[in-house]
């Protein structure tokens, strides 16, 4: 059984930084495609960040220069580095593993950016 847990939300005034990290139970992520993606109240899902299998990484278009995601494949997590953080950042994360048709979610973790 896939087990992720998201970790490392919290309050953080705009302009600082916080980094999320994706933990896995009971398989490699180094294994899978793992994103990071996040919804915001009322509003749709979203990709922020993807990194596949050989380590290529993938941003959505506005977050490029303030987000990077990365891989431990020693301790089996992925990170989000988030700077800048604007209050439009605000949202529930979460973390999801995809090889082939499966796809895994983790529960999400609330990052709230106050202005």
């Known amino acids: 059984q896939v087990q992720l847990v998201e970790s490392g939300g919290g309050l953080v005034q705009a302009g600082g930084s916080l980094r999320l990290s994706c933990a896995a139970a009971?398989?490699?992520?180094?294994?899978?495609?793992v994103g990071w993606y996040r919804q915001a109240p009322g509003k749709q899902r979203d990709m922020v960040a993807v990194i596949n299998q050989g380590g290529t990484t993938n941003y959505a278009e506005p977050l490029k220069g303030r987000f990077t995601i990365s891989r431990d494949n020693v301790e089996n997590t992925v990170y989000l580095q988030m700077n800048s953080l604007k209050p439009e950042d605000t949202a529930v994360y979460y973390c999801?593993?995809?090889?082939?048709?499966?796809?895994?979610w983790g529960q999400g973790t609330q990052v709230t950016v106050s202005s």
């Open positions: 009971g398989t490699r992520l180094a294994a899978l495609t």
């Open positions: 999801n593993a995809h090889l082939g048709a499966y796809d895994f």
